[in-house]
């Protein structure tokens, strides 16, 4: 058992348990059925995370039924749990049958219920403790959201091997692109010590089924580039102990230019012998401290950061060589390939930077480590409210592959705004990329199911922070909790993940339940249609990125522009006659793209320039259809907001005032969005709206 | 004399000396005059002030002249130069006429040259100790600019009686909307030790005339709001010693809720007797340190920042208490006029941020303390490029009033562009308001020729910091010592101060003498041509107002609007069918304000929503004088860059590489606003430039 004590944040609001509130079961036949049920639990299995898991067996228990069941290492009644590994018990191996046993992955668990003699029988086990342990926090998430004993029989593998989570959390506290307070791991160039609530953040965590932590930020600044030195390791090892304790390995994002400014070398050449040398002295050094640590995360040669091109080395130089330092220690590297020319000119249209991470990689493929992973973003972009698919994905076939999510609402109304991102998310995973023919998805990839490469998974930039609720609009816990799920499991459907975490954080109350679906599940699709419309994405205030100003990025260097003049918008990105962008995909999907009659309208403008009065599907106008979505998505705020009323009494009061006061604030603020985009698109066509309704 | 010893600043650069360089005099025969001339100085005279004065003639003529004159009581021969007061000295006054003595204010000084026996006689003389020191600095200012002994003789009294300098220093060492590097005076909330540095600045201000400086930003913060306690005030005292031996009054820049954030009050409310009584025991305070304090400077009501407001009172009220609690030590009460709604909703065309002023502040003259002084921008908006004059100047008649003007580049290039501001502030000062009929322009309204109120004068924010050339750009120094100048005497042409400046800085050379000239004349206009047209002002990055962004403030809180939609831009502010600002000028102004065609074309677009079709007197539209100005800009930074090249070894080196690679980065930029503004145009209307150039 970790030596930290579990216990509640000061804060003490229901809102700090988020997902693990473990409240009482109102249906009352279910809970004297479970009471009955679990009234004795044996545990065959003794480790760190075994004990975590029990300990989180009693405290959900205690919640969920007001009981305290009798542990023991053998049932004494008839009915009871047992919980154990096939690893750690040769009791649980032989309660399994052999198909059982061979259906468990490594983190794969098994919960089966029988009954015999009148009494049920329930069984949790895992092939290890990992597993167990998920099939602990299942076994009480099946409960709290009112599951029969019956229905709870199930075998579980996750889906994708790396489930990580990146904290953008600077060393001094800050968190960039953080809008939930402060770090909850650094404050004033130190460690903070407030593991309690790193613990619950562990539970939570591994509650829903991530098993990988980033906790710096991938820009390393002067302070973090001393994580790995004796300044900062042995409080890192801290750290990784309570992440250890729930199955969660931790990496840190690393300073490519470590040798230069730590290491008192004059270069930082991936192919300089000295370089290669320190890197793998480091590793050794790390290892020493922290013997199961996960690895190191990498932004280079982007926005300013050092990299391989500074020496005229490649990417696949610059990853290797770390690789190689990790390799003997069974360390991964994780490379991102945000990479692109952020000193553009904005005259110069031949310039594409959503070209750029296919550019600069896809000729790298199949020359990185086999302990290398590309980290790739969903869309060429930077998380726009809406972008297509990263058209590496599905390209790359001989290289380990992460793709990137962003949890953090940076684009997204910066939880301020309530933004369900999870319908977005299936969206991107369920995309067909035809990488190896018709059915390739997203998510085939990246699972290995398709190129079987050697690892994969998920990465997201979290949106957690040090307020009470975790991530400021409580709301945007669904993002959080729905990101992990989807990472275990990702044919689980937007609804589906909204409805688990309603009843796990709200009530089974299935009024409530369904109004709070409904809100969640149209959130973003009201938030896209008050913004950014059709695709073409950044048309926000610089550098903060709140709020709207359509030409905020229109002649900067960045390469984000709408090229909006008086008689249409959109970028071409065609290879007949624009950028060349859309020829980067598979033929079936680049076809699409190419054609302005196919390709999907709400991408429209992210790949042709088209004029106003082009008439879309729906018999409107582009600009009919602008001014249509602007004044639709304020409505839909305004339902947002009437559903939510509706629901005072029903949940807990504080949660009620919270919510209702984010939603005032999105409401007058897609007002803002509204009127300015409406503004811009009338005084530049002079075109009024065809309804009349008041535009400034 | 200061205790402070006068010292080179240790970067040594001849840019650091900045008007004080004193170089030896190229032109031998005066050389030769003066060194016979000066051979012996008498002083009849005992005062710190003017034994800085003393100091500096030492310094002065060994620079110019190469040698150190004999310094005594009495001339022993024919030749030499008599330096004393009036007050302080009989024989002084003997030789001085009535007509001449009568001449003479407090700060006034008499410079006499007479030949006798074919022998040189020079006498510096003021009636008291500051007029002397002005004396003298203009005396070696006269000999550096090649004056002949002949020409020397004159009797100089400042024009105007206060002749203020701003800092918008922060106590942490920032410099808000500072170009130049950090505060000179503080440093990690701490007052700096670098008295050498301050010394030298004070003698810089004090050789152009300046005689009161608010050392620290109108914006108090916590710290700053403790500089008139026990933390802070025996450093303030330290840095009063050095301005008080240059003439220059110290102010500070104080927090109207000083009651409540160090007093423990529960309020500011300036009509409480506790407040009353607490400013007044501060007063006693703050005067038995600092004798000789100068006031305090108050910015309220603005911005965030507290004030009188809050409780239901008038700004009068406000100021009032402050200089109650002063008068009885002579201090008086600086009260900013920058009050306005800045939280407005861009929608409602009704508000309009011109009108804050005059509408806050006119219906208050009069019904200030005599010792209060209300601080006008000439603008009524906030320093642009081009404004017209604030309409508050002109009608108050009661009230005491310093006119505020902005050296430090914000919106004029941030000391990275070239921009000469003295021509505009000429126009502002030659403007007539007709405030008492026809002729009264704004300079004999601050100089209280027209009103005469107790007191009046300028006032500026500067350009200062401790970049080793003091302003960033080392031509920025022209605005600085221009600024100062004008102050002294605003009868001086911008040509005047241009050659002093360039003759004290660089050269006496004729031919480079005319060639600065050149460029300094042309850059006002030539960075209005290339930024933002006819008046209309605010099209910069938000925040730090640094570059072209057409719509950075369009949508904004800040009441800051160009209104350009696709037929035509600008803000309709006549009474007839606008905001009714024009209305606040006196009739002979409103009249032209208010006519299209009588408006002044430089301010078109204040005043007038004008159709991009509209023919301007040139014949040209509104939106080819848009794109011709445009070009023409960057034309004349051209021209500027290589009038600067062809000065190649005839300024030192570095001066010239430092200037030249500004004028490289302004050339850069300029393409960057002209680009960026003709853009927006030519998408805004689809009519191209005339004459084919490109536009993007």
């Known amino acids: 058992?970790?030596?930290?004590?579990?216990?509640?944040?000061?804060?003490?609001?229901?809102?700090?348990?988020?997902?693990?509130?473990?409240?009482?079961?109102?249906?009352?036949?279910?809970?004297?059925?479970?009471?009955?049920?679990?009234?004795?639990?044996?545990?065959?299995?003794?480790?760190?995370?075994?004990?975590?898991?029990?300990?989180?067996?009693?405290?959900?228990?205690?919640?969920?039924?007001?009981?305290?069941?009798?542990?023991?290492?053998?049932?004494?009644?008839?009915?009871?749990?047992?919980?154990?590994?096939?690893?750690?018990?040769?009791?649980?191996?032989?309660?399994?049958?052999?198909?059982?046993?061979?259906?468990l992955?490594?983190?794969?668990?098994?919960?089966?219920?029988?009954?015999?003699?009148?009494?049920?029988?329930?069984?949790?086990?895992?092939?290890?403790?990992?597993?167990?342990?998920?099939?602990?926090?299942?076994?009480?998430?099946?409960?709290?959201?009112?599951?029969?004993?019956?229905?709870l029989s199930r075998i579980e593998n996750p889906v994708n091997q790396l489930r990580t989570i990146n904290h953008w959390d600077n060393i001094d506290g800050s968190v960039e692109r953080g809008y939930a307070g402060r770090s909850i791991f650094f404050k004033n160039n130190k460690i903070t010590g407030n593991l309690s609530r790193i613990n619950d953040y562990a539970r939570m965590l591994a509650a829903a089924g991530i098993n990988t932590i980033a906790i710096n930020n991938v820009n390393v600044h002067e302070f973090e580039t001393l994580l790995i030195t004796d300044k900062y390791i042995k409080d890192v090892a801290k750290l990784n102990e309570i992440f250890r304790g729930y199955g969660i390995k931790l990496f840190l994002s690393i300073n490519f230019a470590s040798t230069l400014e730590i290491g008192n070398l004059e270069t930082a050449d991936p192919l300089d012998g000295n370089v290669r040398q320190w890197w793998k002295d480091k590793a050794d050094y790390i290892y020493s401290h922290i013997p199961d640590f996960g690895g190191f995360l990498v932004k280079a040669d982007s926005e300013g950061r050092p990299g391989p091109f500074t020496y005229g080395r490649t990417h696949a130089d610059g990853a290797n060589m770390l690789a190689e330092a990790l390799k003997p220690h069974g360390g991964l590297v994780i490379w991102r390939c945000f990479v692109y020319n952020c000193q553009q000119d904005w005259r110069d249209r031949t310039i594409d930077r959503a070209?750029?991470?296919?550019?600069?990689?896809?000729?790298?493929?199949?020359?990185?480590?086999?302990?290398?992973?590309?980290?790739?973003?969903?869309?060429?972009?930077d998380f726009q409210v809406r972008e297509p698919v990263s058209p590496l994905i599905g390209s790359l076939k001989k290289t380990n592959q992460l793709l990137e999510l962003q949890i953090t609402q940076e684009y997204t109304g910066q939880q301020r705004h309530l933004c369900y991102l999870v319908p977005m998310w299936k969206e991107i995973l369920d995309f067909d990329t035809y990488g190896n023919g018709k059915g390739t998805t997203v998510k085939k990839i990246i699972s290995r199911d398709t190129f079987k490469n050697n690892y994969?998974?998920?990465?997201?930039?979290?949106?957690?922070?040090?307020?009470?609720?975790?991530?400021?609009?409580?709301?945007?816990?669904?993002?959080?909790?729905?990101?992990?799920?989807?990472?275990?499991?990702?044919?689980?459907?937007?609804?589906?993940?909204?409805?688990?975490?309603?009843?796990?954080?709200?009530?089974?109350?299935?009024?409530?339940?369904?109004?709070?679906?409904?809100?969640?599940?149209?959130?973003?699709?009201?938030?896209?249609?008050?913004?950014?419309?059709?695709?073409?994405?950044?048309?926000?205030?610089?550098?903060?990125?709140?709020?709207?100003?359509?030409?905020?990025?229109?002649?900067?260097?960045?390469?984000?522009?709408?090229?909006?003049d008086h008689k249409g918008i959109g970028v071409d990105r065609t290879v007949k006659s624009g950028t060349g962008y859309a020829g980067q995909y598979h033929k079936e999907v680049a076809e699409v793209y190419e054609s302005l009659e196919k390709c999907p309208e709400e991408l429209l403008l992210f790949f042709h320039y088209v004029p106003y009065a082009y008439r879309l599907k729906s018999g409107e106008t582009l600009l009919q259809y602008i001014y249509n979505t602007h004044f639709r998505g304020v409505e839909q705020v305004e339902e947002l907001k009437q559903n939510w009323l509706g629901l005072k009494g029903k949940v807990e009061e504080d949660v009620f005032l919270h919510v209702l006061e984010r939603l005032e604030g999105q409401l007058s603020h897609s007002k803002e969005w509204r009127d300015i985009i409406n503004t811009y698109f009338l005084r530049k066509t002079g075109i009024p709206d065809e309804l009349g309704r008041k535009i400034y």
Chains 1, 2 share one sequence.
Do not use: C
């Open 1 to 103: 058992m970790s030596n930290v004590k579990v216990a509640n944040h000061k804060t003490g609001t229901s809102m700090y348990k988020a997902w693990l509130k473990y409240y009482r079961l109102e249906n009352k036949e279910l809970l004297t059925l479970y009471k009955q049920l679990l009234r004795e639990v044996a545990v065959a299995e003794d480790s760190v995370i075994t004990a975590n898991a029990v300990n989180e067996l009693k405290t959900g228990l205690y919640g969920l039924l007001g009981i305290k069941p009798v542990f023991s290492s053998e049932l004494t009644g008839e009915a009871g749990l047992v919980i154990g590994t096939i690893e750690g018990s040769k009791e649980i191996s032989g309660l399994l049958s052999a198909d059982e046993k061979d259906s």
């Open 105 to 151: 992955g490594e983190e794969g668990f098994i919960i089966r219920f029988k009954t015999e003699n009148n009494a049920g029988r329930l069984l949790v086990a895992g092939k290890t403790n990992k597993g167990l342990m998920y099939g602990v926090f299942n076994l009480l998430r099946l409960i709290q959201t009112e599951t029969a004993p019956q229905a």
């Open 355 to 381: 070209r750029a991470a296919y550019d600069h990689f896809m000729p790298l493929d199949g020359k990185f480590q086999d302990n290398v992973l590309l980290q790739i973003k969903n869309g060429p972009m």
């Open 456 to 564: 994969g998974g998920f990465a997201a930039v979290t949106n957690i922070g040090d307020d009470a609720n975790w991530t400021g609009h409580q709301m945007a816990q669904a993002n959080t909790y729905g990101y992990a799920r989807l990472a275990w499991n990702p044919d689980l459907s937007s609804e589906e993940i909204a409805e688990e975490w309603i009843r796990r954080t709200y009530t089974n109350d299935s009024k409530v339940v369904d109004i709070i679906k409904g809100m969640l599940l149209g959130s973003w699709k009201a938030y896209e249609n008050y913004t950014s419309p059709l695709g073409i994405g950044w048309m926000v205030n610089p550098n903060h990125h709140y709020g709207p100003n359509v030409d905020g990025y229109e002649y900067d260097k960045w390469g984000t522009y709408h090229r909006a």
